[in-house]
T-cell receptor, first 112, second 113 residues
Framework: GENVGLHLPTLSVQEGDNSIINCAYS??????FIWYKQESGKGPQFIID?????DKRQGQRVTVLLNKTVKHLSLQIAATQPGDSAVYFC???????????FGSGTRLQVQP | EPEVTQTPSHQVTQMGQEVILRCVPI?????FYWYRQILGQKVEFLVS????????KSEIFDDQFSVERPDGSNFTLKIRSTKLEDSAMYFC???????????FGEGSRLTVL
């Protein structure tokens, strides 16, 4: 796959546990944030998004938290499954320019 | 489920050659993008395209790169004279609005020798 993990932080969890993946962003003008999942050899897959006027958003088994004060974003995955194993990227966008800036990714390994 | 499709899945070319990567975005989408990912690195924005023109491009997208929507379905990325450092996975993406979910294709791997 594309993310051979040369310097990727890795989070290893047991199946059924909750996972928390963190991301720091740099652009205080960013007003839209997205989490993507990338499995080996595939393109990024949208998981969940959040706009800057919110601090929490929930999806199916996933929750995104946004702390604009410290420019921090997190993705919580409940009851992690082996199929959740992938590299997770946060991405930010300043809607003044329609272009996503991706973070460097975190590899999630789910142990059965 | 509709998806973004890209061809070729893998292309090997000699340095200095021209390469065209093709994408078929999702049919009702209006915003189109190219991103690239060098092996082991993060995904990087190249260019966005809307209403038949480039709306945004990064510093990576220099004069060697061009994009085109030659018909109602295809969206292409051309690299005029490839360099070794152009070796990467190139992802096409499309979306319905100026903000919101982007759908990515599976990528085209370009290897420049």
């Amino acid at each position: 796959g594309e993310n051979v993990g040369l310097h990727l932080p890795t989070l290893s969890v047991q199946e059924g546990d909750n996972s928390i993946i963190n991301c720091a962003y740099s652009n205080s003008a960013s007003d839209y944030f997205i989490w993507y999942k990338q499995e080996s050899g595939k393109g990024p897959q949208f998981i969940i998004d959040i706009r800057s006027n919110m601090d929490k958003r929930q999806g199916q088994r996933v929750t995104v938290l946004l702390n604009k004060t410290v420019k921090h974003l997190s993705l919580q995955i409940a009851a992690t499954q082996p199929g959740d194993s992938a590299v997770y990227f946060c991405a930010e966008e300043d809607t003044g320019r329609r272009a996503l800036t991706f973070g460097s990714g975190t590899r999630l390994q789910v142990q059965p | 489920e509709p998806e973004v499709t890209q061809t070729p899945s893998h292309q090997v070319t000699q340095m200095g050659q021209e390469v065209i990567l093709r994408c078929v975005p999702i049919s009702n989408h209006l915003y189109f993008y190219w991103y690239r990912q060098i092996l082991g690195q993060k995904v990087e924005f190249l260019v966005s395209f809307y209403n038949n023109e480039i709306s945004e491009k990064s510093e990576i997208f220099d004069d060697q790169f061009s994009v085109e929507r030659p018909d109602g379905s295809n969206f292409t990325l051309k690299i005029r004279s490839t360099k070794l450092e152009d070796s990467a996975m190139y992802f096409c993406a499309s979306g319905t609005g100026s903000i919101g979910e982007l759908f990515f294709g599976e990528g085209s791997r370009l290897t420049v020798l």
